[in-house]
């Protein structure tokens, strides 16, 4: 990547580059891939574009496989390799390349390129304390990464790490007692969770908050008449499977089709994947230091899976509802014609297949 990140002579007259993710969404969560969900904007765009039906990641969480999308290079070269270690921040990003030939850069949602404890080596302005002290995040929208502006936060959810500039923008609109809708920092652990319907009113939540202030650096760029490269970030539909009215009860748990476990598959697999099938697993020989996820038990009761399901059918047509809204934008500016949009996951999740929920150890 070396030579192409040079500054420019002259800016290049290239497209505009809209890149739009989702967090740990399963594959058949597209109306074009699934009649059961409804997502006319991603069919749309499957459907006046190209359609990938066969693709991996670099790595199955989020920070590894969203620094290679940054990055373009493989975790064992960008040294990113699980959740919980930082990207280094000297390695050569897009952003970068763009910038230097005259884009705006812009990321709008969730980043997690750094972890939320600060350890040396891998210190990280997503973490505690930095992660929720408003006043920083009000003068800090970059450069990062080869962003020259970002609008970010961390959570999913009503999860405790909610802050940055999702924060802000809640205070901003008339929220100001938006702490009532997330847990508390630190955690009660016995605290009782929200499950699957959230009181937080949709205008408030992150899924419109990543829609409304795309369409805004949109805005911004093509009034500057720049050609933009925006990385428009959405949390969901990762769990945990929450979200607002109406899209909780938008479908029936009846209605969903749980994957399943073959008989005799997890003979074939490795120990801590078999060990998801037992009750009360052992992982203790398999835990480092870094973060790890799917160690627990997969099992769950289907009537509680199929309800999981449902919602994260409505966490997906929510997303959808907010890329209509991107791709009406583009359309109004007269900036579609001249914007590559592409439309991708992080990594993928599981909803029962090969018995695994979520993430897979």
Wanted: with cysteine.
């Amino acid at each position: 990547m070396g030579p192409f990140l040079d500054e420019a002579e002259e800016p290049v007259n290239g497209p505009n580059i809209l890149l739009i993710t989702t967090d740990q969404q399963h594959w058949d969560t597209l109306g074009v891939t699934n009649p059961r969900i409804q997502t006319p904007a991603l069919d749309r765009l499957a459907r006046e574009g190209a359609l990938f039906d066969r693709a991996y990641c670099s790595n199955p969480v989020c920070s590894p496989s969203r620094a290679s999308i940054l990055t373009g290079l493989y975790p064992a070269w960008h040294h990113c390799w699980t959740i919980g270690v930082k990207l280094p921040e000297d390695v050569p990003t897009l952003g970068q390349m763009l910038s230097a030939n005259g884009y705006a850069t812009c990321l709008v949602g969730k980043a997690h390129f750094q972890p939320t404890a600060s350890v040396a080596g891998s210190e990280s302005l997503e973490c505690h304390p930095v992660l929720r002290d408003l006043e920083f995040w009000r003068d800090f929208h970059g450069p990062w990464y080869g962003f020259d502006h970002v609008e970010t936060a961390r959570m999913h959810a009503d999860e405790h790490l909610v802050g940055q500039h999702y924060a802000i923008w809640m205070e901003q609109n008339g929220l100001a007692n938006w702490r009532d809708y997330f847990q508390p920092w630190p955690r009660d652990p016995n605290a009782p969770r929200r499950r699957h319907a959230w009181d937080l009113p949709e205008q408030f939540h992150h899924t419109r908050w990543v829609g409304e202030r795309t369409i805004a650096n949109i805005e911004e760029a093509v009034h500057e008449r720049r050609p933009f490269f925006l990385w428009s970030s959405f949390f969901d539909p990762h769990p945990p499977y929450l979200v607002p009215q109406p899209w909780a009860s938008m479908y029936r748990a009846e209605d969903m089709q749980p994957g399943r476990l073959t008989d005799g598959e997890m003979a074939l697999l490795p120990p801590p994947l078999q060990k998801t099938q037992e009750a009360s697993p052992d992982f203790s020989m398999y835990r480092e230091d870094h973060h790890t996820h799917g160690h627990q038990s997969h099992r769950i009761d289907e009537q509680e899976l199929r309800k999981n399901i449902a919602v994260y059918y409505g966490m997906m047509s929510f997303i959808d509802h907010e890329i209509g809204r991107i791709l009406d934008a583009l359309d109004r500016l007269g900036a579609a014609d001249e914007t590559l949009v592409l439309f991708t996951t992080d990594h993928g999740h599981f909803l029962g297949q090969h018995g695994l929920i979520a993430k897979g150890p």
